[in-house]
């Protein structure tokens, strides 16, 4: 059973044991109506303690019974609440860890509540797609006022415990033990005359609930357009307000059933599940151990190395910066820094905070200065000659178990971990730029690497507060291999008759952050430019559209010319339309004789997600990713997937692959089809009715 039962001087302790969260399953539910049961009928019991083992009180309902009967079956968490507000002997509840959800749901629902400092207190649901689904949104705005409750719920964030210690949520902060308080609150309770409180009775006062209640809608119905969670949760709580408790209840639940089973719930809890089933390597048990990261040194102070470094300075990690050059390595802290002082001026980051990363930079000339590193990250030019001098240099100087990481993005990490003689302590380590920013890393698997480097290099991703996913060895490996598909897609499809705005107007409505056309102004024409001339001599089965060729030896690079796809007025961003580009797309039409013809919004969207899928299957099916949420995961936080969406393979999922496997047969079939190469798993899932997750 997961929950224990305990007395303590004239008091039932009953603790959710249920690792590792404490989740509310099914067995955590029924044990503690047991608890009850049993408390009640002993007359030496007074009074009643709930309490969490481990490291939390209960993160909540256990997400993964979500759409399958013992979610519902009973007891229900509404039926758990019921028998917790009955108890004729008071009940406390004595909060450490977390206190989450369904957690805090079960918290209200007793009698009193003592928390640990430090907990983290939440009603985190609607970042699930879902709302607070066994009376937190009647009870909580009753606990702690309804503007206080609103916000809790529509942003699913977490406040410390004892930033609550005057909210009204709380009888008490314990001051020591927390048992020992809450056992001893008990047996005072026990002796108090007449009911005891319940937050259901509680008064909601407002000045002026309609008014605000109405406010509150509309600014949350204008920030969470693809979400439908949020508005229901002001929907809820308002009903609670309006027509009272057991009829907001009842509102509350109708909600749920219908949320939980919407796409954006299902892709919300596949982000959730995706992003911890990551660091999970098919071959390397959790039990593996690693190895211990002290130092860290970091060569190449440029972009790439400027923002890894601070992703550890952040961390609070010391890193030890080399140049080859004094004026690079100037350059490049100077840069830190500055990213720093912008985050002062945005009064995200203090002036001593800033001084403090700053001083864990250890800058040098020297590689002797490396030897003592436990990792050491190269971030130096994207050439393998290049990489060859500096894994060679490495193998010099650094330790035995140092960890040999690149930053390559397109190398293959086989070849460089041949450049020394311990290519086991070789691992790729794909920062996405602006690095410091981008929660993606891909940990590039070479055939060599060794089981514990991989597990200790997942350890440091969760430590800099990455996302890490697992690659094979390929060209792009699993991001820039399936984004090098979609590009091709877009410029046959300027090719055949769209514009550039049309086709990233049509994907950003679809959901991404932004379109081909507009990133790549952005990143640099010239960076898919070099690409292409690479792939034409290593790849030239692998045909591309010659449009973007023709567009870079105009110069029009991007934002950096000033000029690319689109225009851009001296000193700004905006994206405008070109004419210029238009009529040079016109053009290339005509002279490479293609007809051009209208091109609509589902098609465009179609060809550019599906050739995402497409790939996504070939790396599934060779092995380069071990589980599709990995690629999901890889495309939510690294090339602005729409998350409402969970991601390119969980979209075709949503599709059908039936579906897919038809639109990219039709694909096939048109002119530029032979870049429609369908996977094979793609046919054989679809055949039998398969799904990707
Ligand atoms: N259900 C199932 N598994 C869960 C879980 C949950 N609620 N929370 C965590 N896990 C698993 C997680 O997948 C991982 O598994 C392990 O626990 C450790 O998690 C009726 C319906 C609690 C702050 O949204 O925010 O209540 O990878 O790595 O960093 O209204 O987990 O080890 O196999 O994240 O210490 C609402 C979600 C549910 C909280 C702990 N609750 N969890 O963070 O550990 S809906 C939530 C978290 C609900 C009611 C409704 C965090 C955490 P594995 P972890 P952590």
Redesign the pocket.
């Known amino acids: 059973m997961a929950v224990d039962y305990t007395t303590r001087d004239g008091v039932a302790v009953i603790t959710l044991n249920n690792p ?2 404490n ?2 399953g099914h067995s955590t539910r029924a044990g503690i109506v047991e608890g009850i049961a049993r408390a009640a009928s002993d007359p030496s019991v007074s009074a009643i303690v709930i309490t969490g083992a481990g ?2 009180f209960s ?6 019974e ?1 759409n399958t009967p013992r979610a519902m079956q009973e007891p229900t ?1 509404h039926t758990v609440i019921n028998e917790v507000e009955k108890s004729a002997k008071p009940v406390v509840a004595a909060i450490h860890g ?1 206190a ?4 805090l ?1 079960l918290a209200l629902g007793a009698h009193y509540r003592i928390a640990a400092p430090g907990a ?1 207190i ?4 609607v ?2 797609g ?5 009376g ?1 949104t009647q009870r909580l705005p009753r606990a702690i006022g309804l503007e206080a409750a609103l916000n809790m719920i529509v942003t699913g964030s977490p406040a410390m415990s004892e930033k609550l210690a005057n909210s009204g949520l709380f009888d008490a902060i314990a001051q020591g033990d927390l048992l020992e308080d809450a056992i001893a609150f008990a047996r005072r309770a026990a002796d108090r005359q007449g009911p005891h409180p319940l937050v259901r009775n509680r008064k909601i006062e407002h000045p002026n609930a309609e008014g605000f209640l109405q406010f509150a809608r509309n600014t949350v119905a204008a920030m969470s357009k693809n979400y439908p969670a949020p508005v229901k949760c002001v929907d809820a709580i308002a009903a609670g307000v309006k027509q009272g408790f057991d009829k907001g209840l009842l509102r509350e639940r109708e909600y ?1 059933v219908e949320l939980v089973q919407t796409p954006e719930s299902r892709a919300l809890r596949h982000a ?2 995706g992003e ?2 990551a ?2 390597i098919p071959d390397v048990p959790s039990s593996m151990p690693t190895r211990e990261i002290q130092k860290v040194a970091v060569i190449g102070a440029g972009t790439m190395g400027g923002g890894i470094t601070m992703n550890f300075l952040n961390a609070g990690v010391p890193v030890t910066l080399l140049e080859t050059k004094q004026e690079a390595l100037d350059r490049g802290l100077a840069t830190i820094r500055k990213n720093y002082e912008a985050q002062v001026k945005k009064g995200k980051l203090t002036v001593e905070k800033l001084e403090a990363r700053m001083a864990l930079i250890r800058p040098t000339l020297a590689y002797d200065d490396l030897k003592e590193a436990d990792l050491i990250i190269e971030a130096v030019f994207e050439e393998l000659g290049v990489k060859e001098q500096v894994f060679k240099r490495l193998d010099e100087v650094a330790k035995p178990g140092a960890i040999l990481a690149s930053n390559t993005s397109t190398l293959d990490v086989d070849k460089i971990a041949a450049f020394t003689k311990r290519p086991h302590d070789v691992v790729g380590l794909h920062f996405f730029s602006p690095a410091n920013v981008m929660k993606l890393l891909e940990v590039v698997r070479g055939k060599e690497t060794a089981r514990d480097v991989l597990a200790t290099v997942m350890q440091v991703a969760k430590k800099i507060r990455k996302t890490a996913v697992v690659s094979g060895v390929c060209d792009g490996f699993i991001g820039n291999r399936m984004i090098e598909q979609y590009v091709r897609q877009a410029l046959y499809m300027l090719e055949e008759g769209a514009l550039p705005a049309q086709v990233d107007r049509a994907i950003e409505k679809f959901g991404f952050a932004m379109g081909p056309f507009r990133m790549s102004d952005l990143a640099g024409n010239d960076i898919g430019w070099a690409i292409r001339k690479r792939r034409y001599q290593e790849h030239p089965d692998m045909k591309y559209s010659k449009i973007a060729d023709r567009l870079c030896e105009t110069g029009r690079f991007g934002q950096k010319t000033g000029a690319g796809w689109y225009d851009y007025k001296a000193g700004e961003r905006d994206a405008l339309p070109s004419k210029l580009v238009d009529e040079m797309i016109v053009a290339y039409s005509k002279e490479a004789g293609v007809e051009r013809r209208t091109i609509g919004d589902e098609e465009i969207v179609e060809r550019l997600v599906f050739s995402l899928v497409n790939e996504g299957a070939k790396i599934l099916a060779e092995g380069i990713a071990s589980k599709a949420s990995d690629v999901d995961m890889v495309y939510l936080t690294g090339y602005g997937f729409p998350l409402w969406r969970g991601g390119p393979m969980l979209y075709a999922d949503t599709v059908g692959l039936y579906n897919v496997e038809r639109a990219i047969r039709r694909y096939a079939q048109q002119p530029n089809g032979d870049a429609w190469e369908i996977a094979p798993l793609i046919v054989d899932l679809a055949a039998k009715g398969g799904t990707f997750n």
């Open positions: 590792p969260v989740g509310l490291k939390a993160g909540g309902a256990d997400i993964t979500f968490l977390v989450m959800g369904g957690g749901e983290q939440a009603l985190p649901e970042k699930l879902i709302l607070p689904g066994a937190g749920f959730f599940f911890r089933a660091s999970k």
